[in-house]
T-cell receptor, first 115, second 116 residues
Framework: AQTVTQSQPEMSVQEAETVTLSCTYDTSESNYYLFWYKQPPSRQMILVIR??????QNATENRFSVNFQKAAKSFSLKISDSQLGDTAMYFC????????????FGPGTRLSVLP | DAGVIQSPRHEVTEMGQEVTLRCKPISGHDYLFWYRQTMMRGLELLIYFNNNVPIDDSGMPEDRFSAKMPNASFSTLKIQPSEPRDSAVYFCASSSGGQASNSPLHFGNGTRLTVT
């Protein structure tokens, strides 16, 4: 079974600074997808970024980028130029390449962006 | 694209009452998932459907919980009888799956259930 670990329950960062959220996972699969979801206080779950395991290039979406280390089974999220609206819970998620029940979420990291 | 629509947004009920949560997935999505979110246990997958058929309900906590998907545009999650420990936020999510799909989950806004 796949597991996803986020070792930082809470983090804070000053506005305009850069912050990195950690995620590690355990799997025996070779083909899979990784995602970061954001959940602001409104509780809506919003997709931030996705990464395909067979792609070596790290995904980037505007101020959000990932550092994907397949051998280390690590998938960290870097937020550059942090904004107050980035304050949220961030969930790392794993999905096996064959779609199905193996969409596993980590416990989340609560990020606070301070003015 | 209206997104995944859940209703109600909030539900407050007394212990022992029946509760029905509703979900309309994104049109064209063939997978539908029900998740429960609590502080203690995080996001838990309860059940998911593929083409309206339940595929895995191993996450359903007990027989008091049941889920149906009578057609491609509607699903319900029912709790009967409800208990205070069922208090949580319940999310519905849908995706366009299939072999080798990288489609992410699209979530509804959730239903916050409070059982007193």
């Amino acid at each position: 079974a796949q597991t996803v670990t986020q070792s930082q329950p809470e983090m804070s960062v000053q506005e305009a600074e850069t912050v990195t959220l950690s995620c590690t996972y355990d799997t025996s699969e070779s083909n899979y997808y990784l995602f970061w979801y954001k959940q602001p206080p409104s509780r809506q779950m919003i997709l931030v970024i996705r990464q395909e395991a067979y792609k070596q290039q790290n995904a980037t979406e505007n101020r959000f980028s990932v550092n994907f280390q397949k051998a280390a089974k690590s998938f960290s999220l870097k937020i550059s130029d942090s904004q107050l609206g980035d304050t949220a819970m961030y969930f790392c998620a794993f999905m096996k390449r064959v779609h199905g029940q193996n969409f596993v979420f980590g416990p989340g990291t609560r990020l606070s962006v301070l003015p | 694209d209206a997104g995944v629509i859940q209703s109600p947004r909030h539900e407050v009920t007394e212990m022992g009452q029946e509760v029905t949560l509703r979900c309309k997935p994104i049109s064209g999505h063939d997978y539908l998932f029900w998740y429960r979110q609590t502080m203690m246990r995080g996001l838990e997958l309860l059940i998911y459907f593929n083409n309206n058929v339940p595929i895995d309900d191993s996450g359903m906590p007990e027989d008091r919980f049941s889920a149906k998907m009578p057609n491609a545009s509607f699903s319900t999650l029912k709790i009967q009888p409800s208990e205070p420990r069922d208090s949580a936020v319940y999310f519905c999510a849908s995706s366009s799956g299939g072999q080798a799909s990288n489609s992410p989950l699209h979530f509804g806004n959730g239903t916050r259930l409070t059982v007193t």
